[in-house]
């Protein structure tokens, strides 16, 4: 894999065609869509504002675009979705997370097509591919992050049903979707966890902004459960499937997630790049200064570094192999070397990178975000290192499992 902030896919037809498409998009129409309603990334988003979105971007083929050719999709293997998640984290564009579907859409429902009845296919899942309806995902809880095994939100039997009490947050999406996946610990069993479909205009639903992060983003959602009534058709799977459904994705969601952090490294890089080149400093640009080609020297060298270990654990994952202890390396080496990269656009910038509005400034706290977000950067040293004192020796740590 050859270095540039600008991948070319020269080899792969279709994804060079893919590839090309977006960007025409993200920096054409969506761009020209966003300055027609003043946006910025602290802007409360509406469901009236996403939905133009939505259907447009099923329209020319990217909103579900991984998806199997019989839900509208390119079937994509898990390196092509990723390098269309780099695109758009890379973009700039505010409503990124809207256009492959990771708010709301096809993306933010995962891999729960295969769990779902033919009655949740028509009713949620098909709604949502089309741009009709968004779902959000409810797991973490104000004392039950990590340890999800912590919760304490419950499904009480009820006649042919169960009643749902308590309290998720950080619920993604949760201000304008539809229905949540919600996983609940089964009242009358022991360690026993299972999944919903619930929607959230149900009686005894209710859904609350949930604190602001640091990104200054609105797209977190509290929900809180009184008693709210769902039917054996809304139970995802079987019972006790809970965690396997919630949590079986983890390897894979976890290297999916990195390719958009990799996009706004590339963007906070990209930034820099252009500052250094533009700026005067005695009398000549600032890219001029040895102090300041050597920083992005490493930055550069940390992003292709990442890139690197992502696609190569993506490929595995293509190739039929289990990458569990890499998707920790790759999540953990990500994490850390972005926020760097950030860090060093905002200490070049100078006071302009330090100032609310300007692009690297908010690329700073996002990127600062996810060392923490989908797992924190000590849990995946837990990870590896459990894999690595668990291996037998004269083996390699990280071997792939097969699945």
């Not at 995962?110 to 098909?126: K, V």
């Not at 009490?165 to 619920?171: I, Q, Y």
């Not at 209710?206 to 604190?211: E, I």
């Not at 200490?347 to 302009?352: P, T």
């Amino acid at each position: 894999m050859s270095f540039t902030l600008t991948p070319s896919y020269d080899d792969n037809p279709r994804l060079a065609d893919l590839v090309g498409r977006l960007r025409d998009y993200l920096n054409g129409e969506l761009a020209d869509y966003e300055a027609g309603l003043g946006l910025t990334p602290e802007t409360r988003l509406t469901r009236p504002m996403l939905e133009p979105v939505w259907r447009r971007c099923r329209e020319l083929g990217f909103y579900g675009v991984h998806l199997p050719h019989r839900y509208g999709g390119q079937d994509l293997t898990h390196t092509e979705l990723a390098a269309l998640k780099e695109e758009v984290g890379a973009s700039g564009r505010i409503l990124h997370h809207c256009v492959l579907g990771d708010m709301g859409g096809p993306l933010r429902a995962g891999p729960i097509f295969a769990h779902a009845t033919e009655h949740q296919l028509q009713t949620y899942l098909l709604p949502v591919i089309r741009g009709e309806r968004a779902c959000c995902f409810s797991l973490t809880e104000p004392d039950a992050g990590s340890d999800v095994r912590a919760m304490r939100t419950t499904a009480t039997p009820d006649g042919e049903g169960w009643r749902i009490s308590g309290h998720k947050v950080f619920s993604s999406a949760g201000p304008f979707a539809d229905f949540s996946v919600l996983i609940a610990r089964m009242a009358d069993e022991v360690e026993t966890y299972s999944a919903f479909l619930v929607d959230l205009d149900s009686p005894g639903c209710t859904v609350t902004d949930g604190q602001t992060p640091m990104s200054g983003q609105h797209i977190e959602a509290d929900i809180v459960f009184d008693r709210c009534h769902v039917t054996r058709e809304q139970l995802l799977g079987s019972v006790g499937d809970g965690l396997r459904i919630g949590l079986g994705r983890v390897t894979t969601n976890r290297l999916l997630h990195c390719p958009t952090v990799l996009g706004h490294a590339r963007r906070a890089l990209e930034l820099t790049v252009e500052f250094a080149r533009t700026r005067q400093v005695f009398g000549g640009p600032l890219g001029a200064l040895q102090s300041i080609q050597h920083k992005l020297a490493d930055m550069a060298t940390a992003y292709y570094a990442a890139r690197s270990m992502v696609h190569d654990a993506l490929a595995a994952l293509d190739a039929g192999a289990r990458p569990r202890t890499e998707a920790f390396m790759c999540k953990l080496f990500v994490a850390e070397n972005a926020f760097r990269i950030a860090d060093e656009a905002v200490q070049i910038h100078g006071k302009a990178g330090l100032t609310r509005g300007a692009e690297v400034e908010w690329l700073f706290r996002r990127l600062r975000m996810f060392r923490i977000l989908t797992g924190s950067s000590e849990i995946q040293r837990n990870g590896i290192a459990k894999a690595l004192l668990a291996t037998e020796p004269g083996t390699t740590p990280a071997t792939r499992e097969r699945t």
